[in-house]
C-alpha cells in the first residue's frame, strides 16, 4: 500500500511544472519585409512618350508595393488576433 501511495505522489509531482510556458510572435515572411522599390524619376529633356513610360512604371511600382503593404497588415492582424486567443 505505501508503494502504492509513493507511485501515485511521484506521478503527480512529476507531471507538474514550474517552467511558465509562453508562445512567441511568429515571424514574418521575408516576402512582406521587402522594402518597396523606388520610382523612376524623369529626365528634364524627356518625350511625352518617356513621360508616359515612367509613368505606368512608377503607377505600377506603386500599385505592387500598396498590395504587399495590405498584405503585410492583414498577416500582422491576423497573427496578433491568434497569439491573443492563444494567451
Same mark, same amino acid.
Given at each position: 500500500?505505501?508503494?502504492?501511495?509513493?507511485?501515485?505522489?511521484?506521478?503527480?509531482?512529476?507531471?507538474? /511544472?514550474?517552467?511558465?510556458? /509562453?508562445?512567441?510572435? +511568429?515571424?514574418?515572411?521575408? /516576402?512582406?519585409?521587402?522594402?518597396?522599390? +523606388?520610382? #523612376?524619376?524623369? *529626365?528634364?529633356?524627356?518625350?511625352?512618350?518617356?513621360? /508616359?513610360?515612367?509613368?505606368?512604371?512608377?503607377?505600377? #511600382?506603386?500599385? *505592387?508595393?500598396?498590395?504587399?503593404?495590405?498584405?503585410?497588415?492583414?498577416?500582422?492582424?491576423? *497573427?496578433? *488576433?491568434?497569439? #491573443?486567443?492563444? #494567451?
Amino acid at each position: 500500500m505505501k508503494l502504492f501511495i509513493i507511485l501515485i505522489l511521484l506521478g503527480v509531482t512529476g507531471c507538474s /511544472t514550474t517552467v511558465p510556458v /509562453t508562445q512567441k510572435f +511568429p515571424k514574418a515572411p521575408d /516576402t512582406l519585409l521587402q522594402q518597396c522599390s +523606388p520610382l #523612376k524619376e524623369l *529626365q528634364q529633356d524627356a518625350s511625352l512618350i518617356d513621360l /508616359t513610360k515612367v509613368v505606368v512604371e512608377n503607377y505600377t #511600382k506603386y500599385y *505592387q508595393c500598396s498590395a504587399m503593404v495590405e498584405g503585410w497588415q492583414d498577416w500582422h492582424r491576423r *497573427q496578433e *488576433q491568434i497569439y #491573443k486567443e492563444l #494567451k
